[in-house]
């Protein structure tokens, strides 16, 4: 006996070697039969086929076996013979006197399977018949070939039908509620050239000890129990256990930043005004941000209600005049209607603005949430997309304090970054932080940021410095992940999610 053959029989479980032994003295036998012979339940019988088939020692066989059977067994004949039957003698009937032949229910069906067959034809109300159905008139076509067969015999084998009944079978499965077609699976089992081997070698059929009891070592009955020993080398399995999406771990990753540094969450609705997304912001009512190309309107509700109190006549006041901060401001007459508008908030920026109205400073807040802008879907461009929004207010806080914290920020994330100047609306001094990508060798845009603008803390009556800044955490999640199609992030790719390798920092949820 070869070792690796030796080993095979020591790892056979007990039904593997009830089957194989039952299959060495007839390999004809069924799953049923087996079963009946070993005292196993058929389940067991398969589980144990399986097993043995994934080590190449049996051949599973699986055939379908597709029978057909009668619904309605009521049925002597079809509706259109009855009718044959009749025209056989007048030629021709009145649709009128269809009723005396067969029940009314079944006139339409009648009439057309007569035409469809090309025994009859209908003329002003009148059935006539047909060259071709005086030729079936003593013979049968062959769907009633096959239902006579169906009267007989409850249950025929589909495979055991010769080319004429199977076109039967075609014409009966276009009735309602005659015949079902009925599947089923029948086993068989081979024996192989491994199998013959251990057959010819030979074993022993042993109850398997499957677990131990105080009992069995209290008084020494372990030492007479056989154990099937395990390859502890043998190949397991891939196991893919549950995880959070790559996208919303990184939303938390950055929470958790946040949080350590000391920052309150804030939420705000998806559907907002245009006030706080961006009249509260200090952007002008022609800009072109605003257009229905960048920006969703929504039409119910088609307005919102804007904020109660002198927060309204403020915000007027500085697009108009500058207010008190000395700004040139925009030079028009700010419209109260156009704040109204009801849209799909474009950033989360007016999330910020709406918390430094309802509270004091000093204060330290960020949020995160989807955005939504008229892009066309790209590679790299989504109309939906999440973006994180971070502000502090304190009377100490400058442009120095705003870089320190992005520094810290993006050095959590696990990124080299720098800046440079930019230009926002609603920021002044603006910078852009780029961050280092080794494997490229390059820099890369991730985010903006700035000192929020005099005209935009007055209405909200903030007298002290503001530094917001905020990123697209997609683009970040493409970085992390090192994907050049920001589609993927939302696709069902099971595979990809499950082989997505867990780096930089990034933890199972």
């Not at 003698?89 to 090309?118: F, H, Q, V, Y």
């Not at 077609?181 to 057959?199: D, Q, R």
């Not at 802008?373 to 994180?388: A, G, N, S």
């Not at 609603?426 to 991730?446: D, M, R």
């Amino acid at each position: 006996m070869s070792e690796d053959i030796g080993k095979t029989i020591n790892e056979l479980t007990l039904y593997e070697k009830k089957l194989l032994k039952s299959l060495g003295e007839n390999q004809d036998k069924s799953p049923e039969e087996i079963s009946k012979e070993t005292n196993m339940n058929i389940k067991s019988v398969m589980s144990a086929a399986g097993s043995l088939a994934s080590k190449s020692i049996i051949k599973v066989n699986t055939l379908i076996n597709d029978t057909v059977q009668l619904i309605d067994t009521d049925i002597t004949d079809l509706p259109e013979r009855k009718i044959l039957n009749a025209l056989k003698d007048e030629n021709k009937i009145p649709m009128k006197d269809l009723s005396k032949i067969i029940d009314t229910k079944k006139i339409k069906i009648a009439i057309g399977w007569l035409i469809r067959k090309n025994w009859a034809k209908l003329e002003k109300g009148v059935i006539h018949l047909s060259d071709n159905g005086l030729n079936f008139v003593n013979k049968k076509c062959e769907d009633e070939k096959l239902l006579n067969i169906l009267l007989k015999n409850k249950e025929i084998a589909i495979s055991s039908l010769g080319n004429d009944l199977l076109s039967g079978l075609e014409l009966l499965k276009n009735r309602k509620n005659l015949i079902k077609i009925k599947s089923s699976k029948v086993h068989s089992f081979e024996i192989l050239s491994k199998g013959f081997e251990i057959l010819n070698h030979g074993f022993s059929i042993e109850e398997e000890a499957t677990q131990l009891t105080h009992q069995d070592l209290k008084d020494g009955r372990w030492k007479e129990l056989f154990y099937r020993p395990y390859d502890i080398n043998a190949e397991f399995p891939k196991y893919f256990p549950g995880k959070g999406h790559p996208l919303r771990r990184i939303i938390e990753e950055i929470r958790e930043i946040f949080l350590n540094l000391g920052f309150n969450e804030s939420k705000g609705p998806i559907v907002d005004s245009a006030f706080w997304n961006f009249d509260s912001l200090f952007q002008p009512q022609d800009h072109a941000a605003r257009e229905m190309q960048d920006t969703f309107y929504v039409k119910n509700p088609p307005i919102t209600d804007l904020p109660e109190g002198s927060l309204v006549e403020k915000i007027a006041d500085v697009h108009e005049n500058g207010g008190g901060t000395g700004s040139d401001a925009w030079n028009y007459k700010w419209d109260v209607d156009i704040p109204k508008q009801s849209l799909l908030r474009t950033h989360s920026t007016g999330i910020s603005t709406r918390y430094l109205y309802n509270h004091q400073a000093p204060l330290k807040m960020f949020s995160v949430g989807r955005v939504f802008r008229r892009e066309t879907i790209t590679y790299k461009h989504l109309p939906e997309f999440h973006q994180v929004d971070g502000i502090i207010a304190d009377e100490k806080v400058n442009y120095q304090s705003l870089l320190g914290i992005l520094k810290e920020f993006y050095k959590k994330l696990g990124f080299e970054v720098r800046f440079r100047p930019a230009y926002f609306p609603y920021t002044y001094l603006s910078t852009e932080c780029e961050i280092y990508l080794e494997e490229k060798g390059s820099w890369i845009e991730l985010g903006g940021s700035g000192m929020f603008r005099p005209e935009v803390l007055e209405p909200l009556s903030i007298d002290v410095p503001v530094m917001a800044f905020g990123l697209g955490i997609e683009r970040l999640a493409m970085i992390r992940y090192d994907i050049t199609d920001i589609r993927m992030l939302y696709k069902s790719d099971i595979n990809w999610l499950r082989n997505l390798p867990i780096k930089n920092g990034l933890k199972l949820e």
